[in-house]
């Protein structure tokens, strides 16, 4: 993935750009199946890691700043790994340790074929689907503007109505996409 393409398509998911978003998917979706896979555990299977490594994304597209040290692809891929990792500890903690530790966490990581990436492809196009179908206009709008980097504050100013139907909404997207 090229940092330009990356920060070309940043800026345009943040605008509200589906198409700009869904090829920021795919271009991480590589790193996200690899750490769901190496997340795998009890009470955490690969679908919800999955699902963890978006919410991260989503959460790098919102909150990167440019001028930093870091690029985009650098720090989405710490935010995908971070959210993976914690969605991971908290599963553990829920299960006993000696099963958990048990589990093999390695495995064979191989670069996609065009099947699979056809099939990954069907799945961003599905997780786009889902996103614009599964939520409220007003859940979609909060979220846009969450991933445009605004406050809870600056949402709801936007949207004239309360900062706790802003927190409540993204609360509801956050298990909407974790759901689907």
Do not use: W
Request: hydrophobic share 40%.
């Amino acid at each position: 993935m090229s940092d330009r393409r990356n920060k070309v398509d940043l800026y345009r998911a943040r605008e509200g750009d589906q198409a700009a978003l869904a090829a920021l998917i795919a271009g991480f979706m590589p790193k996200i199946r690899r750490f769901a896979r190496a997340a795998v555990c009890p009470g955490l299977d690969f679908e919800d890691a999955v699902q963890e490594g978006y919410i991260g994304l989503f959460d790098a597209v919102r909150s990167y700043q440019e001028g930093g040290q870091a690029t985009f692809e650098t720090y989405a891929t710490v935010c995908i790994r971070n959210a993976i990792v914690a969605a991971r500890r908290t599963a553990r903690r829920k299960k006993h340790q000696a099963l958990s530790d048990a589990l093999p966490l390695d495995e064979q990581i191989s670069t996609p074929g065009p099947e699979e990436q056809a099939i990954l492809r069907e799945q961003i196009d599905e997780t786009v689907y889902r996103i614009n179908n599964g939520l409220t206009r007003f859940e979609r709008r909060v979220l846009l503007l969450f991933l445009q980097g605004r406050s809870y504050a600056q949402i709801a100013s936007q949207l004239s109505c309360p900062t706790k139907s802003v927190e409540n909404a993204l609360v509801r997207v956050r298990r909407k996409l974790k759901k689907e």
